[in-house]
């Protein structure tokens, strides 16, 4: 699998300063999200709002995303960093890991970038989720470093293809999913078969650590996607517009839908039982 996902990094990479057109025009009534995965979708608040209030809001909800995209994407460096630590300098998995790692700071810049073209607000890292950053070189290692990496990049992996394939969708924001999927759809595969391969020589013990780890992780990054302070920032009622979006079905069912595959495979692979439910729910991806 790593030999196979280094050649075609090597054909089908891409570098964010030549490969987007910085530059590209949109009307001034082009989405950043389509409005049926707007968090307000649907609600009382929503059928209030006129379409620019919509379309702001829309903008914003992308900037929470990219903002924690680019915080997930650190987390991923991190964990990576110490990962290599366990692999031989002439191991594959280590010189594709070294490839995911180029390929995530180039993610970065990319989010970045786009923060400041379309003059996104920069969210901050939810101080649970920052909390969490120290103990990811000590805790997250093996087991928790490839499943918390899945928990990051098939959820944001689900939005974005939703957004590639809108043509509603601001174009510089469809050039940047068209990217980080294509390059993420390889870091899902290398992880899914890193996680299969050290579930199956885990013992029971350590096993039922991860698990609980993953789901921690799960309840706090999943829920920090959206980060409470854009709802003011797109002039509405903070308190109200949070409550609304909470009990939203339209919401809920997208982020259940966002997470299907994820735990899905996590349950076949042993990484969910009904012991971690708690956490599976907390995050908005399990009934």
Known sequence: MAQRLLRASA???????????????????AWFVPP?????????????????????????ELASYMSMGYWV???????????????????PRGHYALTELGDETRHMKMFGRCLSVLGCPVYRLPGSVRRLFPLGDPLFQGLTTFAATLVGEEVLDHFQRALLADERVHPLVRQICR???A????????????????VGRASRR???CHRELTGLAASLIVPGLLDPGLYANAGLDPARARREAGRNPHHR??????GAKLVAFLQDVGMITPAQHHWWRRAGLMR
């Open 73 to 91: 994407e650190l987390l991923v460096l991190r964990m990576f960093s110490r990962h290599l630590t366990s692999l031989a300098p002439t191991d």
């Open 253 to 258: 069912e997208f982020r259940l839908r966002s």
């Open 183 to 198: 390059e993420e759809a390889r870091h899902v595969s290398f992880a899914r078969t890193e996680l299969r391969d050290a």
């Open 179 to 181: 990217i980080h999927v």
């Open 36 to 60: 049926e995965l707007v968090s307000l979708y649907g609600t009382a608040l929503w059928d209030r709002m006129d379409t620019r209030q919509r379309v702001e809001l829309s903008r914003q």
């Open 206 to 208: 350590r096993l039922a």
């Open 11 to 29: 054909t089908r990479s891409y570098d964010p300063d030549k490969d987007i057109d910085w530059e590209v025009r949109a009307p001034d009534d």
